[in-house]
């Protein structure tokens, strides 16, 4: 049987997940077979497993850092929010129903405990370790009787509990005293340890503070994490305030990449290869003042590509980026985004909101009808140039051609992905992590570069396993320098 703990937090976005991630791997290159779990996950970046299983992106993450298959056991609930406090509920991998958060609180939760407890032990069956992960905070006072996703978990695989704090945005003590209060007596015995994340300045500065804070609540603190930016995918769209926004301003830069911030955006992680890019700024859009005239415009997935779509029309920015294209800027839409480039959404199922027959934006000649039933699978192809690529869709539309254009990807099992102009000014694809295949964004990128005079850069590059794999070893490398690993395992033994 499986040994467990568990990563809390005093609040969403203190680092949990990026924490969850580097023990996986720290375990696993300890010699241990470990499973990451997250009982109940919100997150709108999801994962596909090899099965056609969708999960939180943050557990397939972790799965991978542990070098292990992602199972849907190991997410069992997924939450996809899909606006005015309705989310898309997905059971075990599989879309079960749109729910309002009343009803989802107060019927379904126990509806559906048995299947989660049921994920938990197999994983207990198969794994060494169970490192569970938290959501938001556990002392949500008036959410607590209901919360499935930290203590109630921490007690039903009788798990260590480690609370993190992020103290990059202030009052982290005040935050850690005032989580272990709002605890009851039994909640608080299972908090064995504490980890000040986020960390940058001198660490002597905060020995006093620690000392306090040990005398205070006889909990030790285990380490003081200082600040690594790593690049590995985020799962919530709170990233997106500080989306690695970190490139040199544009007049150092040599191509100037946008992508649009729709409201209900969704697998904005399909971009993260760009901040890798040598002279590349990366800027998000969400107004007109904002568009300019970049270089690459891309239209990322979305939970409500309709509403979305008259959004971007409200807005302006439909007829903005309409004009750009006369103007030369490479367009790019992949999932929703490329469902919005077509001529016609048509929704006879009243799948996205109200039903009906919407106009896109006219770029490329495809038309896309929604079905209730969601295409899941991860993806292999090849592109007209011979390059092999790989990635995952997550749909509800099928999109078809209206006129003869170039299919974008030949997939693996027979079928065509995406079109593309004659020119390849305007491409639509609906695999997420397209930009993920390393070459395939290098050559986009140098075909820029080529337009705009400036020198081409060597596409031998890394792939992106061959990344992921040196960002999970240097978390290794960094959490276990700045944890006392004697006594987490103290905890598990």
Not at 31 to 46: E, H
Not at 53 to 62: K, L, M, N, S, T
Not at 275 to 285: F, H
Not at 429 to 444: C, E
Request: proline letters at 3%.
């Amino acid at each position: 049987m499986a040994k467990a703990i568990m990563v809390q937090g005093t609040a969403s976005d203190v680092g949990k997940s990026l924490i969850c991630t580097a023990l996986c791997r720290i375990f696993a290159n300890d010699g241990y077979r470990v499973a990451p779990f997250k009982s109940q996950n919100m997150a709108l970046n999801s994962y596909i497993t090899k099965d056609g299983g969708e999960i939180g992106r943050a557990q397939g993450v972790q799965a991978e850092a542990a070098r292990v298959d992602a199972t849907t056991d190991m997410n069992p609930i997924l939450l996809k929010p899909k606006g005015e406090m309705i989310s898309e509920v997905i059971v075990h991998g599989k879309h079960r129903q749109n729910m309002d958060a009343k009803r989802y609180r107060e019927e379904f939760v126990e509806m559906v405990m048995p299947e989660v407890k049921e994920s938990l032990q197999k994983l207990e069956q198969q794994y060494d370790i169970i490192l569970l992960e938290g959501a938001g905070s556990p002392a949500e006072i008036n959410l607590k009787e209901r919360d499935i996703a930290n203590m109630r978990m921490a007690h039903l695989a009788d798990a260590s509990v480690i609370l993190v704090a992020d103290i990059d945005r202030g009052g982290v003590f005040a935050s850690i005293i005032g989580t272990l209060f709002l605890l009851d007596d039994q909640e608080r015995a299972r908090v064995k340890g504490i980890i000040i994340n986020k960390f940058r300045g001198m660490e002597e500065l905060l020995t006093s503070g620690i000392e306090w804070l040990e005398k205070k609540t006889d909990i030790p603190v285990l380490g003081v994490i200082p600040y690594l930016d790593v690049a590995i995918d985020a799962e919530d769209s709170l990233a997106l305030a500080s989306l690695k926004l970190k490139k040199p301003k544009q007049d150092q830069s040599t191509i100037d990449a946008a992508m649009v911030k729709l409201p209900h955006i969704s697998n904005f992680t399909d971009i993260d290869p760009f901040y890798d890019e040598p002279g590349v700024n990366v800027r998000l859009v969400s107004n007109l003042h904002q568009l300019q005239t970049p270089d690459l415009l891309i239209l990322p997935g979305t939970k409500n590509t309709i509403e979305d779509l008259e959004w971007l029309k409200q807005s302006g920015l439909a007829e903005s980026i309409q004009q750009l294209v006369k103007k030369g800027t490479r367009i790019f839409g992949i999932c929703g985004g490329y469902q919005m480039l077509g001529e016609l959404l048509i929704d006879p199922n009243a799948v996205e909101g109200d039903g009906g027959t919407f106009e896109g934006l006219g770029l490329l000649p495809i038309e896309t009808t929604f079905f209730p039933q969601k295409q899941t699978v991860q993806v292999k192809g090849t592109l007209e140039d011979g390059q092999q690529v790989s990635g995952y869709e997550i749909h509800l539309g099928r999109s078809e051609k209206t006129a003869d254009i170039r299919s974008f990807i030949r997939l693996e099992d027979g079928r065509e992905d995406g079109v593309m102009t004659a020119n390849g000014q305007i491409i639509g694809t609906y695999l997420h992590g397209i930009f993920h295949n390393r070459l395939f964004t290098r050559k986009l990128f140098n075909e820029l570069r080529q337009e705009k005079g400036f020198p081409i850069l060597s596409e031998e590059v890394k792939s992106d396993g061959e990344m992921r794999e040196e960002a999970y070893e240097m978390l290794d490398h960094h959490v276990r320098k700045h944890l006392d690993m004697d006594k987490l395992y103290s905890f598990i033994q």
